[in-house]
């Protein structure tokens, strides 16, 4: 079949073949509950960003500007709470992990659909719970909910706990279906080394989900039994410690700094290929280096703690350890130029995110090599240097790989186009605004700026004005982005099966696929984005 036919053919897909609001609300397509996903996470982005516009907004002049204290300390932590645990750690594997793994495996549905739906659901249920606590009186200890006070402060510490500790459950099983459905669905010729990159990607974030989500879940509970019945469990007055609250907290929430940026590594491979007109150079390396991170980052959990007071020695083995995880991520980096090295590059707009990706995961990644030494990082810890490296090599990261997705899956998705030149326009300012945003804050830090201060001396100010012009910039391009993606829900031209000439294996369905996935099933013979044949590949 000629796939420039396919988006044309009048057959049924995921999209119209039931169009009740029953039947998005039970649905066990894999492909809309990707889809409900996405709509969720995008309103939790728009939630963080604007908390974020306010701080920006706040932090204008070196006094009080439009809050006062308590307020700012509250706004920072709903900022923390709303971008970490609602967007950016199920962003990619929930939204667009469940609409393409599947695809890409060449299976008609994920191995539990039913746990599937109930994801959405206890999502839903955990975030509405943590929104309630938002509307309630906020919380003010920061996203990571620090013993003794989060035991103490008089805010909605409790809701917020539990909402976050609901949510968990829909990682693991997001992660447990992800895994399963690997192992037993995959179609003929699927062997292991030809699954995708994106998919390996997955594998390894739903390991890191089932093993270290659990702990988080437990210390979250221990911390709201420590409020609700007064239980000495971290809270020194009543004979606990809250060093092991750093311990429990840091061993889930270090590998999850990898839930988030693993899948984006996988998203960044996926599109490179496309993009580049290659096979990826280093398939292997690629893939041995995501478990590399993986396992890696289950021991480096003390590099959050060089200033608790843990032993010399002990920060010195956490320390190389977490320099190792920049050896593994300096693969992938390397072979990614690799592959675009030679190639025909077709610098559409995904491939343009793929580039902020590589400038902001490189940057971000040495500042990382830098506080993972001990003298550094004492001089760095608690600045404004930790919050630029933080959002440059994960919010940065995370951002760019996400929007590389949207608009690279967008005709997969919907089977609409979307304008590219407006998409340019959005893709510059965003990676620009980005830049701006957080490049002042680096030097903040290492002036000596604190960070959830709402207060600075004078002559920071203009480090503070560069940062929320970037932060305006940004807004701009995210609203652009809402303006032409909505556009082309009506009026973009429909997509043919493979718009971008991918030879990932999703494409070989029709775009947006049917409710089945495939016409028949299919078989994959090639290599995944094997460019070396002229005609374009089958589709299913």
């Known amino acids: 079949m000629n796939p420039s036919m396919a988006g044309s053919l009048?057959?049924?897909?995921?999209?119209?073949?039931?169009?009740t609001v029953r039947s998005w609300l039970l649905t066990r397509d894999h492909k809309r509950i990707g889809v409900m996903f996405l709509v969720l996470v995008i309103f939790a982005l728009l939630l963080g960003g604007t908390f974020a516009m306010l701080l920006r907004i706040e932090l204008l002049t070196p006094g009080p500007t439009i809050m006062g204290p308590m307020t700012y300390n509250r706004v920072f932590t709903l900022h923390g709470v709303t971008m970490v645990w609602l967007f950016m750690i199920p962003a990619i594997p929930s939204a667009f992990g469940n609409f393409v793994l599947p695809l890409m495996l060449g299976a008609k549905e994920v191995a539990f659909p039913r746990l599937n739906l109930a994801s959405v659901y206890i999502y839903a249920a955990g975030a509405a719970l943590t929104l309630f606590g938002m509307v309630w009186s906020g919380a003010d200890t920061g996203w990571t909910f620090y013993t003794p006070y989060s035991t103490t402060s008089p805010t909605?510490?409790?809701?917020?706990l539990l909402g976050v500790f609901i949510i968990g459950f829909s990682t693991i099983i997001t992660g447990l279906n992800f895994i399963t459905t690997t192992h037993t669905l995959r179609a003929p010729g699927m062997h292991w080394s030809r699954i995708p990159l994106f998919v390996w990607a997955i594998y390894g974030t739903s390991v890191i989900q089932v093993v270290a989500t659990p702990v988080l879940a437990m210390v979250l509970v221990l911390v709201a039994l420590e409020r609700v019945a007064g239980v000495g469990i971290f809270d020194p007055t009543r004979g606990g410690d809250p060093v092991l609250f750093q311990h429990m907290f840091w061993f889930y929430s270090h590998p999850a700094v990898y839930i988030m940026v693993l899948p984006a590594m996988g998203v960044i491979s996926e599109v490179v290929c496309a993009f580049s007109r290659k096979n990826i150079f280093g398939y292997r390396m690629i893939a041995a280096s995501t478990f590399g991170i993986a396992f890696v980052g289950f021991f480096s959990w003390g590099h959050h703690m060089f200033v608790s007071g843990q032993s010399t020695f002990g920060s010195g083995i956490f320390g190389v350890l977490s320099m190792l995880v920049a050896i593994f991520t300096a693969i992938k980096i390397f072979n990614w130029v690799a592959t675009m090295y030679g190639g025909a590059i077709d610098l559409k707009v995904p491939l343009l995110y793929v580039l902020g990706f590589?400038?902001?995961?490189?940057?971000?990644g040495m500042t990382g090599v830098a506080v993972a030494t001990t003298s550094l990082d004492v001089h760095w810890h608690d600045t404004y240097f930790i919050v630029a490296h933080f959002h440059y090599i994960m919010v940065g990261s995370v951002l760019m790989a996400f929007l590389a997705a949207l608009?690279?899956?967008w005709p997969k998705m919907f089977g609409r186009l979307f304008p590219e030149r407006w998409a340019f326009v959005a893709a510059c300012t965003i990676i620009f605004g980005f830049i701006v945003t957080f490049?002042?804050?680096?030097?903040?830090?290492?002036?000596?700026?604190?960070?959830?201060?709402?207060?600075?001396p004078s002559e920071m100010q203009w480090l503070n004005v560069l940062s929320t012009a970037g932060a305006s910039l940004l807004a701009f391009g995210f609203g652009l982005i809402g303006i032409y993606l909505l556009w082309s829900l009506r009026y973009g031209k429909v997509s043919p099966a493979s718009p971008w000439g991918s030879r990932g294996?999703?494409?070989?369905?029709?775009?947006?696929?049917?409710?089945?996935?495939?016409?028949?099933p299919p078989r994959f013979e090639r290599e995944v984005h094997d460019y070396t044949v002229s005609e374009a590949p089958h589709v299913y």
């Open 439 to 456: 490049l002042p804050q680096f030097l903040l830090g290492n002036m000596g700026m604190p960070r959830r201060y709402y207060q600075y």
């Open 407 to 409: 608009h690279y899956w």
């Open 156 to 160: 909605a510490v409790t809701p917020i």
């Open 505 to 520: 294996y999703e494409w070989f369905s029709a775009s947006p696929p049917g409710p089945h996935n495939f016409r028949e």
């Open 358 to 364: 590589i400038f902001l995961l490189t940057f971000g």
């Open 10 to 19: 009048a057959e049924p897909d995921y999209l119209n073949h039931e169009t």
